[in-house]
């Protein structure tokens, strides 16, 4: 491609710039080979020539389309060079706000200096599991292929995170440690935790604050994390390199030492670390040189916590971590250790240096030694050894180089016991490594240290050289593509420079060894053996002490001064043979290494015989330990695949977001990212299938180019297009292009684009001119026309309005005329009648005036007799009113005089105790009238029983005639009639009570109202208008308060919401464990007894489910109480406020009872009218068969013999008369039962009330109807049993009527009991109110009366406590009394019935007229009956080996819980509880087992939460709560349980249904994930609206093969599928609801997070895609008439979202509708997708940073949540509405299928 066709007029480029390193301009004029200057426009608008280099004839780099810029992957921009990359990242970072930026396989990570909502664990949920190129660039997407690579290939991998200090590289390796520690759940305890605790022990140790960074990396790490077989964590293990020791005597201005030190001295207050005798970090000298002891945001005391925190997690004891501190305390006092001159060579320190007695004394080493050998040191020869004292300077050196070496110790020992507390004794499979290590760097002043850190990065550069050149060359051979050798750097020469024979680290260790080694002879040894062999190695022109080396970064000039000290690491052997005779534990442990060192050299000299020579040489020097371990992390590095992160350090003050582009070239260039880039474009960098060719380049081909083969299609049409095939090969699934062929493409694309453009405005405006032509040519003829017409009109107007005149003017005069002749007519009647009038009104007004003077008169005359009377009356009042005020005054003194004497009050208690004594007297009447009245009642009885005997003589009577049959049919409303007598009588004794009490609440209220009248007195005469203002004042405040309460208890029904799914997810957290516990339990069992059966095992599964009940039950009950015991705070607070809500419970109160009270009476006319109903119609059967019977036997009108005995006929009817018979005798006898029975139920009535409490009724007393018939004593006493019926109705009757009197007396004794505790209660209130009386007369006035007030409160806010309690047990005992009336009721007409149908007998009809009397058909009872232990077969048959689908489709839905819940109901029948707790907690551990088993399979989770809700339905429904029983039919209601109360189980089972639920979420969810993001984001369903853009992104070659695609109508199906499983398996709709609310919150949360971290989805196109897929959703909701669960609201996000990429993002107007629009979305999200908004098309603009400022000014009062991720994992709170089931027990038939033919239905 000619330069003249890319360097055309309006094209880009980049040019050199000394400020920002390259600036834009644009080409104004072609450019034409030749030319010797290039006319340019900057951004500004100023014009410059670029003059082009006629050697070279070098152009500038072209920039980029604006559409390729901000890509994710540098080597995806079309121009690949040093501006593009950093202006991409530069839109990125300051734009964007995008920190990551992938470089073919490095990831640049720029530090924000900000923090930033991208590292929660929604973003870790968001990255797991995807491949590298599908998400935004991220460290998390690193960790995850390391992650994937490792569990796909078993190959350990490696992250190689580099960067200079200050870019971010230890919070890099942090986040990618916490992601491994996430994603991977170890089967150990705490492992990942332990992991993670380590950061903070090693940032504390060797992390410390610089120039350039407040938390810099002192040292190298390398972090195995290992893993097992199934990718958990086992364990970790560090590798430290090259610490920086001299920091810990030394730090420059603004810098500090290790943090460590600074935790310690802000912690030094705590009693612990008052031995270590620390104070400020100013106080020591090798912390207060940096004068920068404080780092802004930190808190050192803070952060000491957090370590030992760190420490204790990592099992290193309290005892251990004292030790350390000891040990880095000494240090600290080391460095304030004084030296004092004595001479020139010679230097003494003092024997009473605080500062070295307090090291000593925590060495634990004598003081004189310590400072001997600080000041001295020992030479040995060959014969002697001498002690020489050493200057002051060497001293101190000495002195710092001793607190190094133990620091570098203690380094080393934490490190060690760090690795040994992250060893796991589970064997490692797999390891992932994080190198995080210093980056290239260079100083001013360079010395060693940059010299070994330099050096470890020429080694990590040619090792990434080769990797990035190992996988272009893979990449080709994989699509088979003829490539050449690239040509790279090689940076091998430098490392031999370095690290060969005769290189740099060599001389330096052989200088070490020479007896007078110093800087300048090692350094002469360099100029001399270097300087002309290798062209990396330079001398500087001006310094004879420094040398300069080539780089690959670039030239580094080092300083030789402290070369040879630093190499050494030297440290006088007599301090530490001093500190080794130490009785320090852990101070021995730290020199161990030493002692095994020194007797291994022993060893060998001792078989040598060099003793010095031999120990000289085993020592190694700083820079061959460096070297060595560097060897062995290269192996390591080199036998893993690695990963690369390179940080980036934007700017030098820390400024967030802000870019400097000279240190960030630097750094690029540092780094080897610009290798990169030039080793991509050395290749062919841009890569495309040949689908997205196709899609993108299409609108270049012609009609006759498209072919079916699209591979085929792309190669005619790249033949076409470029012409030079160099620039561009064909792979198997790729097109390759070099660089700058994809930006061609692009322009030949937009001028195509731009053609066509053209070309429709032309067509469009030749048809909008034409359009509008022919508009206004028919505009012309539809305006003539239109006039003509007019003006026709107009000439026929005239003529109509001509001949109109004419007629009008006739008409006119006529009319004239006649109204002349009227007005003159009626004008005469006028004035005749006016004058008429007048003389009648004059007339009439004569005699008015006459009249109405005599009433004038009469009035006068009254008036002043009035006036008269009332003057004389006003007199008289006048002076009785001063007469009276007279007395008054006199009598007011005397009042106040008595008031204030204590005989007045005393005469007040004396009136008191003569109302008591009258209470007591009126008491004593009430007991002797319930004498009478008891009395009354026995009588009463006695006539009853005489009614009852009389009664029984009649029923006699009815076996013989019909006469006396209807006669004792009319004797029964007779005895209901007598026996509603005695009710009416028993309320009245019970009105007689309740009067008492009302007399007693009357004396309460008239000495509350004496007390009240006493206080308003005093009030009315002492107070004034101030304290009237205070009080109201007062009412305000207490409004205030109400209403503060009242905003409490919506808070608190918040938080009750709130706790509810709190209760859940602990629930499900709970249940969780409890399996895992169980599973490891069960483990721990087969390991140590493997003989036990499984009978055993299922009774341990009892067990324990039956503990967790017990577990769950306390739970909830404990929270009951804690709410119970906050209302009780509460409201012994707020007194004013509790009296007000004790009114309105007081009524609620009386309407609750009163609603009660008309609830049972309708309750009990309905029973009755039932009860008389079904006896009249019994009658009337009666009648009719006896009437029948008497005319088939004896008719008068028939000529027919009667039947003779022994015939056919004779017998049918003696058969007939002895059913008749057999059917009297049942009446009979359910007549007594009746009369018992109301007996029973008036004794109910009076246990409700106080008097029947004692009254204990047993149904079981009534002997059944079989047993009477078998016993022997009833055929002596009477053949028909009757006789002894009525005696034991009468004997019962005579009980209960005992019964009564013994408790009636027994509750007056009580009630006279309590009459005396009240008198003595109120004697001593008497006695406190004088108390009181007489306290107040001492207090002042306002004191007295608020004394007084208080203790009123308090006494009436206890009563009513009292009250309202004694209320409520009331109310708890009617409730419960009422239930078992209706229990015994139940029963009662069971036994009726039972009776009844035994009795029954068929009859054969006669021959002719006769009763058919017609037998019942067999009816089921609804229950199975089962054999004991039988639980076990049910459960495996019904539960454990039941296939849901075949159960599903053939049989009723919920049929399980159906014969469950039967099953259940026998055992309540036969009274067996433990037949009851077995078969339950049987059911719960079974379907416990499926789900555990089982929980990966939808159809089986839906099926047994179905039927689990079902089961716990039926336990409500059947319960015999009137609540659950609504809806129930009568055959219904007689299947209630009647022998226990399982209300304790339908907790359970909602607990089970809970857990259960959430199972079947995280089952939905596992199957759904896949395909969201897949169907809602990247498959185009409209096609040809989007649109792709060029991206070129080089996915990994080793990510994941891509899957089919999966598009909405996947999702649809799937959707489909999980609610038609749901319904055919019953479930409840309300429940089915919910799971598809849930379903729809979690296909929008994914859809949003991974919108949120794709830029590429970020478009106009993919917003319209969006809202589509929407639509699609709302369809499937409306068609299965879900459109009210709330699964419309949970898309809103979404929605808006897909509404923010269409909207117009502009002005400040569309800021405030964007504002006004997105109310369902963070401002953190707005933000987010704002800035990720990126054009697919030319013709789109991206959002202007003003743009994103506006909005977030607008949206930042808006309160809400910082988090930038939807909660994914997040689920609703679950709640179960009871569902009744009209499905009758009795109708229910087991199939065989189910092989459950063990069960019997009764």
Known sequence: MAAAELYSKYARVWLPDAAEVWKSAELTKDYTPGDQTLSLQLEDGTKVEHKIDPRTNNLPPLRNPDILVGENDLTALSYLHEPAVLHNLKVRFMDSKLIYTYCGIVLVAINPYERLPIYDAGIINAYSGQNMGDMDPHIFAVAEEAYKQMARDERNQSIIVSGESGAGKTVSAKYAMRYFATVSSSGEANVEERVLASSPIMEALGNAKTTRNDNSSRFGKYIEIGFDTKCCITGANMRTYLLEKSRVVFQAHGERNYHIFYQLCASSHLPEFKAFRLGCADDFHCTNQGQSPVIDGVDDAKEMCNTRRSFSLLGIGESDQMEIYQILSAILHLSNVEVKDQSADRCSIKQDDVHLMVFCDLMGVPCEEMAHWLCHRKLKTTTETFVKPVPKMNAIYGRDALAKHIYARLFSWIVDSINRALKSAVKQHSFIGVL??????????????????????????????????????????????????????????????IEAKLGVLDLLDEECKMPKGSDETWAQKLYNTLLKQNAHFEKPRLSNRAFIIHHFADKVEYQCVGFLEKNKDTVNEEQINVLKNSKFDLLLKLFEDDEKAANSSNKLTSSIGRAGSAKKDTKKTVGLQFRQSLHLLMETLNATTPHYVRCIKPNDHKAPFTLDPVRAVQQLRACGILETIRISAAGF???????????????????????????????????????????????????????????FLEKLRSDKLRTACVCIQKTIRCWLERKKYLRMRESAITIQKHVRGHQARCYAKFLRQTRAAIIIQRNVRMWSKRKLYQQQRSAAITVQCFWRAHMARKQYYKLMYEKKAQV???????????????????????????VRRMRAKRELKKLKVEARSVEHFKKLNIGMENKIMQLQHKINEQQKENRELSEKLSVMEKAQTMEIERQSS??????????????????????????????????NTRREKEDLEEQTKVYKEQTEQVVDELNTKNNLLKNDVDELNKQIIEQAQQLTEIQTNVENTKQLEQDLTEERSRYQSLLSEHLHLEERHRDLKEQMDLNTTSSKSSLKRTDSNYSSNSSEFSQSLGSTEGEDSSVQTEDETQTAVDLPVLLKLQRRMKELEQEKQSLWQ????????????????????????????????????????????????????????????NSSTEELEMRKEEVLLLRSHLVRQEALKHKDSALGEGV????????????????????????????????????????????????QERVHNERYMKLVEEMNKLKDEKEQQQKMLAQSLLLPEDARIEATLKLEITRLTRENLELLEQQEKQDKTIRKLKKQLKLYMKKVEDFEVSTEQENRRSVVSPPGRAVNITRKEKEYQGMLEYKQGDESRLLKNLVIDLKPRGVAVSFTPGLPAYIIFMCVRYADIVNDDQRVSTLLNSTISSIKGVIKRRGNDFEVVSFWLANTCRLMHCLKQYSGDEVFMVHNTAKQNEHCLTNFELSEYQQVFGDLAI?????????????????IVSSMLEHETIQGVLGSKPTGLRKRSTSFSEEGAVTMEVLLQRLGLFHTTMSQHGMDSDLVKQVVKQQFYIICAVTLNHLLLRKDMCSWGKGLQIRYNVWQLEEWLAERELTDCGAKETLEPLIQAAQLLQIKKKTEADAQAICNMCTALTTAQIVKVLTLYTPVIDFEERVSPSFITTIKNLLKDRAESSTLMMDAKKIFTVTLPFTPSSVALDTIQIPSSLNLGFLTRI
């Open 436 to 497: 995080d290590i210093y980056g290239f760097e260079t100083f001013d002043i360079n010395s060693f240290e940059q010299f070994c850190i330099n050096y470890a990065n020429e080694k990590l550069q040619q090792q990434f050289n080769l990797h990035v050149f190992k996988l272009e060359q893979e990449e080709y051979m994989k699509e088979e593509i003829p490539w050449t050798l690239i040509d790279f750097y090689d940076n091998q020469p430098c490392i031999n420079l």
């Open 685 to 743: 960098p841009s890569r495309w299938t040949y689908q997205e060719f196709f899609s993108r380049y299409r609108v270049l081909m012609k009609q006759k180019d498209l072919l079916p083969d699209r591979k085929q299609a792309c190669k005619n049409l790249l033949e076409k297009l470029i012409k030079n095939q160099e620039k561009y090969q064909f792979g198997k699934n790729k097109i390759f292009f070099r660089a700058g062929q994809v930006a």
């Open 856 to 882: 004038i008169q009469k009035w006068v005359r009254g008036w002043l007799a009035r006036q008269h009377y009332k003057c004389i009356l006003a007199a008289i009042i006048l002076l009785q009113s001063c």
């Open 954 to 987: 009649e029923i006699e009577n009815l076996r013989r005639s019909e006469q006396e049959a209807r006669a004792k049919a009319e004797t029964l409303p007779s005895l209901l009639e007598q026996l509603s007598f005695l009710q009416h009588e028993l309320e």
């Open 1158 to 1217: 008309q609830l049972d009476k309708r309750e009990e006319d309905q029973q009755e009218k039932a009860k008389r109903q079904e006896l009249e119609s019994e009658n009337k059967k009666l009648k009719q068969d006896l009437n029948e019977l008497r005319k088939s036997l004896t008719n008068e009108n028939s000529d027919l013999v009667p039947p003779a005995p022994g015939s056919l006929p004779y017998k049918v009817l003696l058969e007939q008369l």
């Open 1256 to 1303: 204990k009724l047993d149904l079981s007393e009534i002997p059944s109807y079989q047993d009477v018939h078998k016993s022997t004593d009833i055929h002596t006493l009477n053949e028909d049993g009757e006789l002894w019926l009525a005696y034991e109705g009468l004997k019962e009757t005579n009980r209960l009527l005992e019964c009564q009197m013994h408790e």
């Open 1555 to 1571: 857990q259960i639920y959430r199972q079947l979420i995280k089952c939905m969810e596992d199957i759904l994930q896949p395909l």
